[in-house]
């Protein structure tokens, strides 16, 4: 059974640090398109961060900078370490693990999303 399991989520004032992290059972996210999205309320899920197989990270726009996708192989969990936060950046975050092949689906689990609150 495969299982994503987030944490680190809370509540930070604008300007300071968090970092939340997603550990990984019954798949591996070192040989997978690992990813963290972010929901706000009223709003879509978006793109915040992605890290393939090959290492390459892609993040969006106003988080660039700011935030960093890494991997842990041994402990299989992936981390968003996010700095200088701001109540822009308040949402749920959901880790993603997914893979392609030849363009088919062949496997997309999320974890359950933990609450990132930044006051101003």
């Known amino acids: 059974q495969v299982q994503l399991v987030e944490s680190g989520g809370g509540l930070v004032q604008a300007g300071s640090s968090l970092t939340v992290s997603c550990k990984a059972s019954?798949?591996?996210?070192?040989?997978?398109?690992a990813g963290w999205y972010r929901q706000a309320p009223g709003a879509q899920r978006e793109l915040v961060a992605s890290l393939n197989s090959n290492g390459d990270t892609n993040y969006e726009d106003s988080v660039r900078g700011r935030f960093t996708i890494s991997r842990d192989v041994a402990k299989n969990t992936i981390y968003l370490q996010m700095n200088d936060l701001k109540p822009d950046d308040t949402a749920v975050y959901y880790c993603?693990?997914?893979?392609?092949?030849?363009?088919?689906?062949?496997?997309?689990?999320w974890g359950q999303g933990t609450q990132v609150t930044v006051s101003s």
């Open positions: 019954g798949v591996s996210f070192s040989m997978s398109l």
């Open positions: 993603r693990c997914a893979r392609n092949n030849w363009g088919i689906r062949e496997y997309e689990y």
